[in-house]
C-alpha cells in the first residue's frame, strides 16, 4: 500500500492503478516517475511497497529494455559511421589516447599508466596499479594485458615509452633472508619519448574510459556505454603542448 502525506484515498488509489497499468507494459521506474514528476526512488519505493518486481524481472520488460538498447545501438552505429559497437569503442579508445597525446594505438589502461608516470616520476608496480585503479594480484599477476609482450609496462618499455631502474630497499621481504633487503622496479616515462598536446580534462577523468559498459539498474534506462558518454563529452581537441616528462625521477 502506498503512503503519501497529503494524498486522499482515492488519489492514492488512482496512483497504484497506474504504477501497475505501467509496470504491467514494461515502463521502468524512471520513465514512470518522468510521467508523475517524480524521481525514480520515489517510484521504486512505491513499487515496492505495492509488491512489484523490478520490471526489469519480467519477461515483458526484458524484451523492453533488449529492444531499446538494440534501438540505440543501430543509433550509434549509423551515427559514427561504422559497422559494429566494437568499433564505436575502438574509436573512443584511440580518441582517449590522442587527447592525451600519446598514441592512438595505446590500449586505455596503457595510457593511464604513462599520465600517471608522467605526472608523479618513478613509481613502483604496485604504486601504478593502485594509482590507476587495477587490483593488486602480486607482482607476477598484476597489469596483465593482452598485448603480445603480456603486461602493459612490458608493452611500453618494448615501445620506448617506459624506462625501468632498480631501487635497493634496505630490509625489504624480496631478499632470500629476513632484513637483506630487495630490490624494486621503478618505472618512469622515457626521457626519449615525446607527448603531443593533450586536454588535461581528458587526462583527469581518464578512468571512465576503462570500465567496458555500465549495466543499467533496475530504472532500464541507461542507453549509453561509458565509451559513447566520452564520445559526447570530448568532441574537441583542445590540448596543452609539453615536450617531454614533467614529473621525472625517483622517490628517494
Not at 516517475?33 to 519477461?59: F, H, I, N, Q, Y
Request: contains cysteine; aromatic residues 4%.
Amino acid at each position: 500500500m502506498i503512503r503519501v502525506h497529503g494524498m486522499t484515498a482515492d488519489e492514492l488509489a488512482a496512483l497504484e492503478v497506474l504504477i501497475r497499468e505501467r509496470h504491467a507494459a514494461g515502463c521502468p521506474d524512471t520513465e514512470i516517475g518522468k510521467e508523475l514528476g517524480v524521481d525514480r526512488r520515489t517510484v521504486c519505493d512505491w513499487r515496492r511497497s505495492m509488491g512489484l518486481p523490478s520490471v526489469l524481472k519480467t519477461a515483458i520488460g526484458d524484451r523492453r529494455y533488449r529492444e531499446k538498447v538494440r534501438r540505440k545501438t543501430a543509433e550509434q552505429i549509423e551515427l559514427h559511421g561504422v559497422q559494429s559497437l566494437a568499433e564505436v569503442r575502438v574509436l573512443a579508445f584511440r580518441k582517449f589516447a590522442r587527447d592525451c597525446g600519446w598514441p592512438e594505438d595505446l590500449r586505455p589502461r596503457a595510457v593511464q599508466i604513462l599520465n600517471v608516470l608522467w605526472e608523479r616520476g618513478g613509481m613502483t608496480r604496485r604504486q601504478i596499479a593502485d594509482a590507476i585503479g587495477m587490483p593488486w594480484k602480486g607482482s607476477r599477476k598484476s597489469l596483465v594485458s593482452n598485448d603480445p609482450e603480456g603486461s602493459y609496462l612490458a608493452h611500453l618499455q618494448a615501445r620506448g615509452l617506459v624506462i625501468a631502474l632498480y631501487k635497493k630497499i634496505p630490509g625489504g621481504s624480496q631478499g632470500k633472508r629476513k632484513g637483506s633487503g630487495g630490490n624494486v622496479s621503478l618505472y618512469m616515462v622515457s626521457p626519449a619519448a615525446v607527448r603531443g598536446p593533450f586536454d588535461p580534462e581528458v587526462v583527469k577523468h581518464g578512468e571512465q574510459y576503462c570500465p567496458s559498459r555500465r549495466r543499467t539498474s533496475d530504472a532500464g534506462v541507461d542507453e549509453r556505454t561509458a565509451v559513447d558518454d566520452q564520445l559526447r563529452r570530448h568532441s574537441g581537441d583542445a590540448g596543452e603542448d609539453h615536450q617531454g616528462p614533467g614529473g621525472q625521477g625517483g622517490e628517494g
